[in-house]
């Protein structure tokens, strides 16, 4: 998945001018031109951190997020959210529906997923040019042979990989010991930057100098960092024809980057490449092309269970709820 890219807003100035006499000295008015209702993202993109807005049940929320490289980052630290909530990795997803409480678990989603797939792993032929003796391959190589080349190369791929992991570019968000720090106002959140209390976007360079200069006008977020959680199951409930490719984008965006900032492996799982949720979320990126890849594209949705997105989607938004810290 690809980070969102900090485009570098030009900014024209006027030219100095010598003050009427007959006017009156209002002082230095040097700043940005901007057009009207057009947001100075300056600060932002000299820091390489966003504001983001983000909807869930209970509520809307403003907070901050940033990506660095994975070598530079400390995660956060979960050891006391763990302990206060020890089967946070298994926790049920209770919501209220019509008054009736419906408890969700994680082994309905997988029982779910598990049907939704029984009649393509059917289809499936086990025989990849593989042997169960380990004697032969389809192509009659030697694979006794090949065993100590191949550890060999495994133990370089390992290395090589544990390099490109460390230069990788991960997501962190304002948080503290596992939970995601989320503001009803602009001001409550400038207020909290100021206020020096700990949080995991402290570790970043320049966080000093943009704490000092944030206003609660800035905290704006881009159309692309505002997220409606909050509307995802409702929207899938409704079925294949009203389905939102863009919220259900949007939203399997976002989800993946607080289960990895907020270390949420459940959460991360059911989003992980081959899961049921990934498939829809590639099939509906490929629904929204023109063309044949468009075509195709609907028709995967066409197969994916209504009732095993919507069901995965509330235990995903009940899972990243629970890790929410919300501030006044």
Not at 55 to 64: V, Y
Request: net charge negative; glycine share 8%.
């Amino acid at each position: 998945m690809g980070n969102p890219t900090h485009t570098e807003v030009s900014v024209a100035r006027q030219s100095p001018q010598r003050p009427d006499a007959d006017e009156p000295d209002l002082g230095d008015t040097d700043g940005p031109d901007l057009e009207p209702g057009t947001v100075d993202r300056s600060l932002w993109d000299e820091f390489s951190i966003d504001p983001v807005e983000i909807a869930l049940p209970a509520g809307t929320g403003f907070t901050l997020r940033a990506y660095r490289s994975a070598r530079e980052l400390t995660p956060t630290d979960v050891a006391e959210r763990d302990e206060d909530d020890p089967f946070l990795a298994r926790r049920q997803v209770v919501e209220t529906e019509d008054d009736e409480e419906v408890v969700i678990l994680d082994e309905e989603f997988a029982a779910l997923s598990a049907e939704d797939d029984e009649d393509d792993a059917d289809r499936k032929d086990d025989a990849d040019g593989k042997r169960a003796d380990g004697k032969r391959d389809a192509d009659g190589t030697d694979t006794d042979a090949t065993d100590t080349d191949a550890d060999s190369a495994d133990e370089d791929a390992d290395g090589d990989e544990e390099d490109a992991d460390g230069d990788e570019e991960v997501p962190v968000f304002l948080s503290h010991k596992g939970r995601l720090l989320l503001f009803k106002t602009p001001e409550s959140l400038v207020t909290f930057i100021r206020s020096g209390a700990p949080h995991d976007l402290s570790q970043l360079d320049g966080w000093n100098e943009l704490s000092e200069r944030v206003e609660p006008a800035d905290i704006a977020p881009r159309d692309e960092d505002t997220y409606e959680l909050d509307l995802v199951v409702e929207n899938l409930r409704g079925g294949h024809d009203t389905w939102d490719p863009t919220l259900l984008i949007e939203a399997g965006e976002v989800a993946r980057d607080l289960s990895y900032a907020l270390r949420l492996p459940a959460v991360l799982d059911m989003l992980s490449a081959g899961s049921s949720l990934d498939d829809l979320d590639e099939a509906l990126r490929a629904s929204v092309n023109g063309g044949v890849g468009g075509f195709l594209g609907r028709r995967r949705l066409k197969k994916i269970g209504a009732q095993t997105a919507s069901l995965g989607w509330r235990t995903i938004v009940g899972k990243i709820s629970a890790v929410v810290d919300w501030r006044d």
